[in-house]
């Protein structure tokens, strides 16, 4: 299956009323993990790389080139994603690298800026096939600036998304980035307010700290593309600390990062169930 452009698997989705499932990419052993448990699951999947994981690397390439090369070798579709960059030319090395879709933050600015600046990067991406993802204001939990109470208003972010030309939305609707439990509560009613307002596919951050159900009520209310990235993080941990724990003597990193690997591959194949209707329960 070769690697599927972002805006395919979205597009996708959003027509058939699914979840696409988008999980962030620490060390390449994320990146394995997440494919396997897509392909256990036979769904698409979205991997995504931050500008905090490129400055952990040290460079985008590297682990970009990685994830690119295990996307390409992926029995199902597999799309490549920046994510949360602020730096208008870390867009432009993630497009050269070949990546389908960025994500471009600029909701730290005043709105005339963010606008500004979000507008000039769709342009410069357009013309290469990637989509462009962006939120207009600050998710709740993203270095402290907003509390989960954070909403996004409905005629705003029409109006950004006309001026701007973006393909994907981020919204807050009651999710907190880096949730350590799954309890947010999420506004449904605005969910829905929102997809009939905006046109183009809304994106969930902080879908980490969102149960199940919630997650599967927030894909039928009219949410499309499901940003995790804590809660793997969290598998992951939990799956190197017990393999440490049986056995204290090991030193040979590819025993416990391998058991890392399969749990983030477990949590994946869950959860894109959860994201596919198929799979979801009956509550509204």
Sequence with gaps: MPLTPTGEIVTEARRSGNGAGAFNVIQIEHAEGIVSGAQ?????????????????????APIGAACLAIARAATVPVAVHLDHATRPGLVDEA???GFGSVMFDASALPY?????????????????????????????GKDGVHAPGARTEPDQAAAYVETTGVDALAVAVGSS?????????????LITVLRDAVPVPLVLHGSSGVPDAGLA?????????INIATHLNKA??????????DRPGKVDPRGYLGAGRDAVAAQVAHLLRVLHPAHQGDDT
């Excluded at 009520?217 to 593309?225: D, F, N």
């Excluded at 992951?236 to 724990?245: E, G, I, M, P, S």
């Design 40 to 60: 256990e699951a036979g769904l698409p999947v979205i991997l995504q790389l931050s500008e905090n994981t490129v400055a952990y690397h040290g460079a985008l």
């Design 95 to 97: 497009v050269e690298l």
């Design 112 to 140: 005339a800026d963010n606008v500004a600046a979000t507008a000039d990067v769709v342009r410069r991406a357009r013309g290469r096939g990637v989509l462009v993802e962006a939120e207009l204001g600050e998710i709740g």
């Design 177 to 189: 980035h880096a949730m350590l439990t799954r309890d947010a509560v999420l506004d449904f009613d």
């Design 217 to 225: 009520r927030a894909v039928r209310h009219g949410m499309t593309k």
């Design 236 to 245: 992951f941990t939990a799956a190197v600390r017990d393999d440490l724990a």
